[in-house]
Every structure is written in structure tokens, then in C-alpha cells.
């Protein structure tokens, strides 16, 4: 069983900054893709940011340039820095990984960007 953990979410105002980690444990032998997924209430589940094991990155185009992704492969941990954030960016951030067609996720974490 592979369980992932986050943790860093919270309220932030409009410009302000965030820093989610994910935490992986169990049965790991290696994640392909690590990432960052939201869902705002009544929205359907997105895609934020995604990093595969050789660190190629993808962004949902409305992060580019504010959020940042990074994965540590030796501590099955992915991390997401985000800066800039704005009110639309409000949701529950869950994390994300892909062992061979395995998909796994976490519980998630709020993000209320409020002033």
C-alpha cells in the first residue's frame, strides 16, 4: 500500500506565498510522475503541476510562472512553491503519483487565498 501525506496548506492573502510538501510511504519502489492536482468547490479536479522521475515538468497554464514543482526521488517527497497566489487559486491541493498504471492520492490540503 502506498499512502501519501501533505501538508502546508492554509490562508494566505491575495500576492502571498505557500509552500505545499507530499510525503510518500509504504510499498515504493519508484513513482514515473509525482504532482499537484485542486479542486475548488462545485469545479471538477485540475491538474496544477506535474514532475516525472527525470524531472520534466508540466504546468496548468494559469500557474506558469507563480507556482514552482520539485521532487526529491531518494525521499519519495514532491514539493509545491507557490507565490503570487490569487483568490481563483483557492482549493483543496491533493497530491499525486504514478507507479507503472498504479494512480495513488492524498487526502489534500486547503489553500484559501483571502484578504
Known amino acids: 500500500q502506498v499512502l501519501l501525506k501533505e501538508s502546508g496548506g492554509g490562508l494566505v492573502q491575495p500576492g502571498g506565498s505557500l509552500r505545499l510538501s507530499c510525503a510518500a510511504s509504504?510499498?515504493?519502489?519508484?513513482?514515473?510522475?509525482m504532482g499537484w492536482y485542486r479542486q475548488a468547490p462545485d469545479k471538477a479536479r485540475e491538474l496544477v503541476a506535474t514532475?516525472?522521475?527525470?524531472?520534466?515538468?508540466n504546468y496548468a497554464y494559469s500557474v506558469k510562472g507563480r507556482f514552482t514543482i520539485s521532487r526529491d526521488n531518494a525521499k519519495h517527497t514532491v514539493s509545491l512553491q507557490m507565490n503570487n497566489l490569487k483568490t481563483d487559486d483557492t482549493a483543496v491541493y491533493l497530491c499525486?503519483?504514478?507507479?507503472?498504471?498504479?494512480?495513488?492520492w492524498g487526502q489534500g490540503t486547503q489553500v484559501t487565498v483571502s484578504s
Open positions: 509504504g510499498s515504493i519502489f519508484k513513482f514515473n510522475a
Open positions: 514532475v516525472t522521475s527525470d524531472g520534466t515538468t
Open positions: 499525486y503519483g504514478r507507479i507503472f498504471a498504479n494512480d495513488y
